[in-house]
């Protein structure tokens, strides 16, 4: 018989390196993603009763502080991992930029 070890925590936090195609990516660039993506996690836990819709609510985000810097935190190393630092432009310019490099990876690994 065979049993599961993993929490559906413990999945959330790893899911993104089957979802996300992260070219060259190092064990230690992957673990710094794996433990900032379980500081996202544990932030959420903090406040207990508030939904995503809740958490996630621009207009709130000064309600949760701990969950906006753990995401920060999860920002850059994803961009590190990515080798990539759109910081320094706003939010919605640096969303599709992001976007924009996901898809030029893609094309690149189909390609290539």
Do not use: C
């Amino acid at each position: 018989m065979i049993t599961l070890s993993l929490s559906i925590k413990d999945v959330s936090a790893r899911a993104w390196s089957t979802t996300f195609f992260f070219p060259g990516l190092d064990e230690g660039r992957k673990g710094d993603v794996e433990k900032h993506a379980q500081e996202v996690l544990d932030a959420r836990a903090e406040y207990e009763g508030a939904t995503l819709a809740d958490l996630y609510d621009p207009d709130n985000d000064w309600l949760y502080p701990q969950l906006t810097a753990a995401h920060q935190r999860l920002d850059a190393a994803v961009e590190a991992a990515y080798a990539v630092d759109f910081s320094d432009l706003p939010d919605a310019e640096r969303e599709a930029a992001i976007v924009k490099h996901l898809f030029e990876l893609y094309a690149q690994a189909v390609e290539g």
